[in-house]
């Protein structure tokens, strides 16, 4: 987080936490909490369902039930090459939500034009992550035909923690061969004309409607 937010640093690998994962919430406000470590269940990694080869592309996306507004917005323009992350928020939608809301996208003609797809662990206890694995598959695979567009799930963004943040724009990479993922910018640069210093996030090259933007997803 700190290297992605508070670093003109080129970030690298993105690395799977292997310490577990929680979705149990304590009050923040209440002291006695501050000092609790959160019971964590096990990590298996992140899972790379399909893809060969290393793929390129910018990082666009977010909670996939906010996503699904900006149709009809100038957003979708930035779907070319882009590596699309996206995660379901803590209402828990269901597969099908999943399901329904990528067969649109594909429709739409979106899937067809990106590098790869970055799911975030589902705010679930683990019961149900093969369900969501296969509704992607489902849209991506079976009906699209995208047998070799990178697909990895379960990550660590989103809703479950600990969590990375995701920084919009940046140019990354998948080795699905070596089941690596890579930024291969920073998240950051700082501004030289402004006295004081301050990091701001690089514009993508060409620009983009994000451009000159600050923002970081963190679910």
């Given at each position: 987080m700190r290297k992605t937010i508070f670093s003109s640093e080129v970030i690298g690998e993105v690395k799977p936490c292997t310490d577990g994962w929680t979705v149990e919430q304590l009050n923040w406000g209440d002291p006695e909490n501050q000092n609790i470590k959160r019971k964590l269940n096990p990590s298996n990694g992140w899972k790379f369902l399909q893809g060969t080869g290393i793929h390129r592309g910018h990082l666009i996306g977010g909670c996939l039930e906010v996503f699904?507004?900006?149709?009809?917005?100038?957003l979708p323009t930035i779907?070319?090459?882009?590596?699309?992350?996206?995660?379901?928020?803590?209402?828990?939608?269901p597969p099908e939500f999943v399901r329904y809301t990528l067969r649109v996208y594909a429709t739409m003609g979106f899937l067809r034009q990106i590098s790869g797809i970055l799911f975030g662990r589902p705010y679930d206890n683990g019961g149900k992550f093969h369900?969501?694995?296969?509704?992607?598959?489902?849209?991506?695979?079976?009906?699209?035909g995208l047998t070799d567009l990178p697909i990895i799930?379960?990550?660590?963004?989103?809703?479950?923690?600990?969590?990375?943040?995701?920084?919009?724009?940046?140019?990354?990479?998948i080795d699905c061969d070596r089941?690596?993922?890579?930024?291969?910018?920073?998240?950051c640069r700082l501004s030289k004309g402004d006295p004081s210093r301050s990091?701001?996030?690089?514009?993508?090259?060409?620009?983009s409607p994000l451009q000159n933007s600050t923002m970081i997803y963190v679910g």
């Open positions: 699904d507004w900006t149709r009809g917005t100038e779907w070319k090459d882009a590596i699309f992350f996206f995660e379901i928020s803590e209402d828990a939608p369900e969501y694995d296969r509704a992607i598959l489902q849209i991506v695979h079976e009906e699209e799930t379960c990550m660590d963004f989103g809703h479950t923690s600990p969590m990375f943040v995701v920084p919009y724009s940046v140019q990354a990479e089941q690596l993922l890579h930024c291969r910018e920073c998240g990091l701001r996030r690089r514009a993508p090259p060409g620009g």
